[in-house]
């Protein structure tokens, strides 16, 4: 889901070179994903010991980012409990309850803040635990992760073994959905299963990025 995006008018002959840079980026990447000199035993220890997010995975600069985390229960009820579960010191959570395109009252819990690597590591834990215990109840986390600083995103995805489902070029802003195994987390877009989204806008390291687990919700 790319929320939001206002797609440019531009040329067939712009539209056929962004195709042809897209396609060129995609095969590069899944031939770096999976490449001959790389055991599956390897690739699998480098996914378990890498924190998949943005200050910690080596492709950024950033020093700090905005971290946006929200809590969805598509039956509307909050487990006992998840209030006082915090990602991070001085967290704070916000209730809101949503209209679905079903016809149901979802309810949400949401926070944002800015954060250091130190930070993002101990939240990524906390994710891998909560996500569990919320998907026994049939709840999901959201995260969203922003810095002001384009990447590559073929580097990144590569780093961490994700293989692309889904991607789009529109001028300077290259979206990418993947797929990562130890990512418990998924959803279903199309035909195709997804658990990060990364955007980048800008050139060289100038613009920002951001990084979705499973897919974007908010505006980017």
Not at 1 to 30: F, T
Not at 106 to 117: E, P, Q, V, W, Y
Not at 152 to 168: C, E, F, G, H, V
Request: with cysteine.
């Amino acid at each position: 889901m790319l929320a939001g995006l206002v797609m440019p008018k531009v040329s067939p002959y712009r539209n056929m070179i962004s195709i042809i840079m897209a396609c060129a980026l995609i095969i590069g990447l899944i031939t770096c994903t999976y490449s001959p000199n790389m055991s599956s035993k390897e690739t699998a220890v480098m996914a378990q010991t890498t924190t998949p997010l943005l200050l910690n995975s080596g492709e950024v600069q950033a020093k700090e980012a905005e971290i946006n985390i929200t809590l969805w229960f598509e039956n509307g009820d909050v487990p006992h409990g998840t209030w006082t579960s915090q990602p991070t010191q001085d967290w704070i959570w916000t209730y809101n309850k949503l209209q679905t395109g079903n016809g149901k009252v979802a309810a949400t819990l949401s926070g944002h803040r800015m954060i250091n690597k130190n930070e993002e590591s101990s939240l990524y834990k906390w994710y891998t635990t909560m996500a569990q215990e919320l998907a026994k109840t049939g709840g999901i986390i959201y995260i969203d992760e922003r810095v002001d600083q384009a990447m590559d995103i073929s580097a990144y995805l590569s780093k961490m073994n994700a293989l692309p489902t889904q991607w789009a070029l529109i001028g300077n802003l290259l979206s990418i959905a993947a797929y990562q195994n130890d990512i418990s987390t998924n959803v279903i877009a199309g035909q195709d299963k997804m658990n990060i989204q990364l955007l980048s806008r800008g050139k060289n390291n100038e613009g920002r990025t951001v990084l979705a687990i499973p897919a974007l919700l908010k505006e980017f």
